[in-house]
């Protein structure tokens, strides 16, 4: 087979960086990272070996690069924060699950993030140091000051935050990567997890306590009432006597 080079015109230096960014992409997502080959990467993107290492000298730099160009991190961080001045929990997380589960991040990037956990932990590492810790730093900072405003229930903040996105994670790989859709449009099923994880599962009494911002605080009205007044398991009563 010939060169892709000889029949592809000379790309500028942006263009040649983003076909080796999409054809890197593309066969890590597909064959993993030991499974590629660097010829593969630059035939695919129409450019010599010799030039695709001028470009990304090693596979940590070319990756590297890949999250820079794809990863939905830095532009989720920047709407999270923009909402959280509003202190609105309803749209926040809601914003949060409608972009996870809207195929952010792509499944491409997902297959290829599993596939640097499974292969190349030092890519992996890279990726959740460099992005995703950063994410759960200013979410969890929201989900404490929300806790601090008492609008949301007392816990770690940062296992809250955790438990959310674990929600729409476990969500997109059960449908992307192992093919198990549910058969709701995306808004449907963001809403519903927002909707379990700010107010649960349990339906409660009309008049139970809630929030400022409207999350009930499940089972309070119950154990308080059952403190305060007798039980009448506890308590039989007396048999009255005959005079």
Known sequence: MGSLTSTHPRLPRAQRKAAILTAATRLFAAKGFSGTKTREIAELAGISEALLFKHFPTKKDLFAAILAQYSPVPRLLTEVQALAHEKNDEQLFRYIATTIVSKVPDTQLMRLILFSALEEPEL??????????????????????????????????????????????????????????????PEMIAETIVRIFLHGMRVTAPNSASTASGITRLGASESYSSKASPSRHHSPRRKRQRS
Not at 130 to 153: M, T, W
Not at 167 to 177: E, V
Request: with cysteine; aromatic share 12%; glycine share 4%.
């Open 124 to 185: 992996s590492d890279l990726f959740f140091h460099q992005h995703v810790s950063r994410f759960y730093k200013v979410f969890s900072q929201y989900i404490a000051r929300r806790i601090k405003d008492g609008a949301l229930a007392s816990c770690d903040p940062l296992l809250a935050a955790r438990a959310f996105m674990g929600m729409l994670i476990n969500h997109r790989l059960l449908s992307d990567i192992f093919h198990l859709p549910v058969p709701h449009s």
